[in-house]
Each structure stands twice: as C-alpha cells, then as structure tokens.
T-cell receptor, first 111, second 114 residues
Framework: DTAVSQTPKYLVTQMGNDKSIKCEQN?????MYWYKQDSKKFLKIMFS???????INETVPNRFSPKSPDKAHLNLHINSLELGDSAVYFC??????????FGSGTRLTVV | GENVEQHPSTLSVQEGDSAVIKCTYS??????FPWYKQELGKGPQLIID?????GEKKDQRIAVTLNKTAKHFSLHITETQPEDSAVYFC?????????????FGKGTHLIIQP
C-alpha cells in the first residue's frame, strides 16, 4: 500500500531518556514533515525536509532533531525527554501542489 | 506568520442535516486551503482542498467556499451521516501545499446525532 508509515505507534518512556520515531513514505513525495498534536488537538509544524535540506525549523527545542537518510525517510530524534514532550507526533509528506499525506501518528508519553 | 481561526470548536447536528465549519486566515498571500478529517486514533486525512483561483469546489456531499476578499473559507457537509463524526481541521498555506508547511485551525469536533 502506498502510504506514510511511522513507528512506533505508542512510545512510553521516562524523563531524561533519548528516543527516536521513524517515518517512511513510498509516495515519491519530495518533502517530508513532522507535526506535533498537543492534548487539545492543536496541530503545529515542527520541521520539513526537502531534498535533504531543512526548509522550516520552527521554534522547537534543540533537543529535537530531524534526520533524513534519504528522500523517503525522515526520522525524529528527541534527547533528554521532558514531561511536556508528551503528545502525538505525525509525519507527513507532500509533492509540489499535491496535498499532504499524514501518517497515523506516534503517541509519546513521558513519565 | 499565518494565523488560522476556526469556528465552532464543537458542532452537533442531527443526522441528515447540514453542517458548516468556518475558518478565517490572516495572510493574504496564502493560496491553498485544505480541509482534513481526523478520526479517533488516526492521522488527519485530506477530504477536500481549494486554491485561491477558485471560489467554490464540490465533491459529492462536501463543498468548500473561499472568499479571498474577506479571507475566509468554509466547509459544508450536506445530508450528514454517522460516519461524518470526527474532528475537522482547516489549514492555509502560501506555497500551495508545498515545503512551507500548513498552518492549521484548532479543529471542530463534529458530532452527528442519530
């Protein structure tokens, strides 16, 4: 199936740990993104990558770092996790004027 | 930067009735306006979009209207069904859905009463 897939779906971890969320798209899109959805359902962009170049870097802590080994992957690394990082993280991709396609999300819970 | 306001935050309608969700945007340079439906435990799914060179677009029971002068756009769902129950998000973008990313409204929880 063509899609944006992200793993894991659920992630529970302790404060201070380092974790990664993986994302892959097989749609041939040239831009990939990470969005954060907070407890009030508000969706906000964190990063986007186009041809291995960071296009947008919103005001997120530098504990968050996107890494793109190739055009089809954009992983999210988070260092020194904090309670406030608990949220649902969505990966997405787009191609030019075509609409975004979102993954199914990773629910991160920091305890 | 762009700011998108969405109303109402919750909308309850009787099955078979119509539902309307409204959004306003601040950046007159925005030219792409998609609508997403998010069901519980799932990612947002694109249901319809409109570009600034079009005033209205329809797809079966769903329609979107855009007023560039007033900087607002609306989602219309007719003959609502139980499966329409979900959270709906409007969004706006300058580059037509490209690398600049989408700015989302805060969502509308649509409840279809049987």
């Amino acid at each position: 199936d063509t899609a944006v897939s992200q793993t894991p779906k659920y992630l529970v971890t302790q404060m201070g740990n380092d974790k990664s969320i993986k994302c892959e798209q097989n749609l041939g899109h040239d831009t990939m993104y990470w969005y954060k959805q907070d407890s009030k359902k508000f969706l906000k962009i964190m990063f986007s990558y186009n041809n291995k170049e960071l296009i947008i870097n919103e005001t997120v802590p530098n504990r968050f770092s996107p890494k793109s080994p190739d055009k089809a992957h954009l992983n999210l690394h988070i260092n020194s996790l904090e309670l406030g990082d608990s949220a649902v993280y969505f990966c997405a991709s787009s191609q030019g004027l075509k609409g975004y396609t979102f993954g199914s999300g990773t629910r991160l819970t920091v305890v | 930067g762009e700011n998108v306001e969405q109303h109402p935050s919750t909308l309850s309608v009787q099955e078979g009735d119509s539902a309307v969700i409204k959004c306003t945007y601040s950046d007159s340079a925005s030219n792409y306006f998609p609508w997403y439906k998010q069901e519980l435990g799932k990612g947002p799914q694109l249901i319809i979009d409109i570009r600034s060179n079009v005033g209205e677009k329809k797809d079966q029971r769903i329609a979107v209207t855009l007023n560039k002068t007033a900087k607002h756009f609306s989602l219309h769902i007719t003959e609502t069904q139980p499966e329409d129950s979900a959270v709906y998000f409007c969004a706006a973008s300058y580059s037509g859905g490209g690398a600049d990313g989408l700015t989302f409204g805060k969502g509308t929880h649509l409840i279809i009463q049987p």
